[in-house]
């Protein structure tokens, strides 16, 4: 008998756990929000650097972002699984996938606007080889501080 009163508690508490585990129905097979927004931070900051640097780079970054973020967006608007997202995660959590796809949006607008001309920031030579002095006029060359 004695070890009968081992098991009373926890079988307690599985009966108090069993509404829990049959809740999660829909929200087990979704991203969660920190997953969201680690990927749109991530998404966001390559696609907005890929942009600065070359478009042709920043296209396919902003064609993944979309990509990932349409597979979530799928879900969140299909007429079955749309009602039963927000029945168990709640608003919060397509406002939460909005403004991360709306942060990924903005950062790679951003990246576009703000391409550096030249695909790259410029850095002082330090290093002159000599047969490229030819090239310059004879006023730069005398401004460099690393000539001979």
């Known amino acids: 008998m004695q070890k009968a009163a081992h098991f009373t508690p926890l079988a307690g508490l599985l009966v108090l756990m069993l509404p829990a585990s049959a809740q999660a129905e829909v929200m087990d097979k979704e991203p969660a929000p920190s997953l969201i927004w680690a990927s749109a931070i991530v998404a966001g900051v390559v696609g907005m650097q890929l942009w600065r640097t070359r478009w042709w780079l920043g296209l396919p970054a902003s064609i993944a972002a979309t990509l990932l973020f349409a597979r979530v967006w799928a879900e969140i608007l299909d007429p079955f699984v749309g009602p039963a997202i927000r029945a168990e995660a709640g608003i919060g959590y397509i406002e939460s996938t909005a403004a991360a796809t709306m942060l990924v949006a903005v950062l790679h607008v951003l990246g ?4 550096r001309k030249f695909g790259g920031r410029r850095v002082p030579v330090l290093y002159e080889h ?4 030819a090239r310059r006029p004879a006023r730069i060359a005398q401004l460099n501080p690393f000539r001979e």
């Not at 000599?130 to 002095?133: E, F, I, L, Q, V």
Request: aromatic share 12%.
């Open 112 to 115: 576009a606007l703000r391409r």
């Open 130 to 133: 000599p047969y490229s002095r």
